[in-house]
């Protein structure tokens, strides 16, 4: 990318990342070090995602996706380039601005789901809430609007080994989205599922979407990625095909006019 006499790399990220994007990401790259062996994971990455989408990121294990979430998350650090989230960024913040970044911003959905077994469903949505200095009764309210919005309005009150797989997957999908976040961040959150849970799920996320949240999935799933409007394949630390599919069905539609 060439920029006009004057402005700098980071001047033109910060004009795009006021724009319609919620994330710019230029010359990002990670590389994993044990001993002297060092293995790159993200190789100077970049993509740009704009407000609202619906993104899919596949690709065969050990190409990066996961790092890839991780790393434009602000979660885990990076070796070079450049992310924003709602033109701030990231990885200029100290630990404590990021983490409220991704408080405010952010949610996130694991394939490890790392509910609390002695909590209930409504405990288990309200921590990070309370922890983010919500008082207790905002936190309950927000929780329990949460469960109710994926469907478990009648199992506030159990306890994880009381709920299925898929309703377990469920409470997390709560936990992200009970502070409302613009961004969420989903990582393989069907892996552990059945094909029937798994529609589930993916459904809820879809309705999330259309809702107007940013959804980044993670997956190695084709029929799980078929939900998004566009597709990223990775492979060794790049990504090798972008296929936006609304913009193919927007140019279709206007070419028929």
């Known amino acids: 990318?060439?920029?006009p006499r004057g402005?700098?790399?980071?001047a033109a990220v910060k004009q795009r990342s006021e724009s319609t994007n919620i994330l710019v990401a230029r010359g990002v790259r990670k590389v994993y070090r044990t001993g002297e062996v060092e293995v790159p994971a993200l190789r100077d990455l970049d993509l740009d995602i704009a407000r609202g989408a619906f993104v899919a990121v596949l690709g065969p294990s050990g190409c990066g996706?996961?790092?890839l979430l991780q790393c434009l998350s602000g979660l885990d650090d990076i070796d070079a380039g450049v992310v924003e989230i709602d033109g701030a960024n990231v990885?200029?913040?100290s630990d404590a601005r990021r983490a409220a970044q991704r408080a405010r911003l952010m949610g996130f959905v694991f394939q490890s789901l790392n509910l609390i077994p002695v909590f209930s469903a409504t405990e288990n949505v309200e921590l990070p809430l309370l922890l983010n200095g919500a008082s207790p009764l905002e936190a309950r309210r927000k929780a329990e609007a949460a469960l109710d919005r994926v469907g478990l309005a009648r199992?506030?009150?159990?306890?994880?080994?009381?709920?299925?797989?898929?309703?377990?997957?469920?409470?997390?999908?709560?936990?992200?989205?009970?502070a409302k976040p613009a961004l969420v961040w989903a990582d393989e959150p069907t892996g552990s599922l059945d094909t029937a849970n798994a529609v589930e799920v993916v459904e809820l996320l879809a309705e999330l979407h259309a809702e107007g949240m940013t959804i980044v999935l993670v997956t190695h799933d084709s029929m799980v990625a078929a939900r998004a409007q566009r597709?990223?394949?990775m492979r060794d630390g790049k990504i090798v095909e972008d296929t936006d599919?609304?913009?193919?069905?927007?140019?279709?539609?206007?070419?028929?006019?």
């Open 91 to 93: 990885h200029r913040m």
């Open 231 to 233: 597709r990223l394949s």
């Open 155 to 178: 199992r506030r009150g159990h306890r994880p080994d009381e709920l299925s797989g898929g309703e377990q997957q469920r409470v997390a999908v709560a936990r992200a989205l009970a």
């Open 7 to 10: 402005r700098s790399k980071g």
């Open 65 to 67: 996706k996961t790092t």
């Open 1 to 3: 990318m060439l920029f």
């Open 245 to 257: 599919h609304q913009a193919a069905r927007s140019s279709t539609e206007g070419s028929r006019g």
